[in-house]
C-alpha cells in the first residue's frame, strides 16, 4: 500500500511538473513581439533602395552550398527576407496558447502570416523587376503602390499586438522597451 502511495505522489509531481513546463513570459515577448524587428526592418521602401544599390553595384550576395556567391535580388529576398520570417513564424507557432498568452500569441501570428504574404508575392515582384533591370520610375511606382495598399493593414496589425504585447510583458515584469 504504501508503494502505491509513493507511485501516486511521485505521479503527481510529474504531472505537475509537465503542466506548468509552458514557455517563460520572457521567451513569449521575445518570440511574439521582439522578432516582429525583422518584419518592421525589411518592410521599408529603404529595403529596396538598398537592394537597388547592390543591384547597381552588382554586389548582391547570398549563400549557396555553404559559401557566399553572387545572387539574384529574388534569391536575397527570399533568402534574407522569407526565411526569417518564415523562422521566426515557426518559433511562434511552437508556442503553446495557454491562459493570458493566447492573445498575444494570435496577434502575433496575425502579423507574421500577414506580412509573410506581402514578401512572398509584391516584394518578390519587385525583386524580379529589379533583377530584370526594369527602369527605376517602374520599381518605384511598384513599390509606392505596395506601401499604399498594406501599410493600413500592417500598422492596424501591430497596433493590436502591441495592445497584448506590452500589457502581458508589464504583467510578468518582463523588461521592454516602447
Known sequence: MKKIYYIKCLL???LTGVVSCGPSPKKVVAQTWLNTNNITTYYSPKFFNELMEKKAKNNITVYKDGA??????????????????DENLKKVEGLSAKGDNK???EASLEVFRYSKSVFENEYLEIAAMIDEEKPSEEIQVAIDNLFAKHDGEMQIRFERLDSYAIPYAEKHNVPIIK
Do not use: R
Open 12 to 14: 503527481l509531481v510529474a
Open 68 to 85: 557566399v556567391t553572387k545572387g539574384t535580388a529574388v534569391a536575397y529576398v527570399q533568402q534574407y527576407v522569407i526565411a526569417t520570417i
Open 103 to 105: 492573445e498575444l500569441i
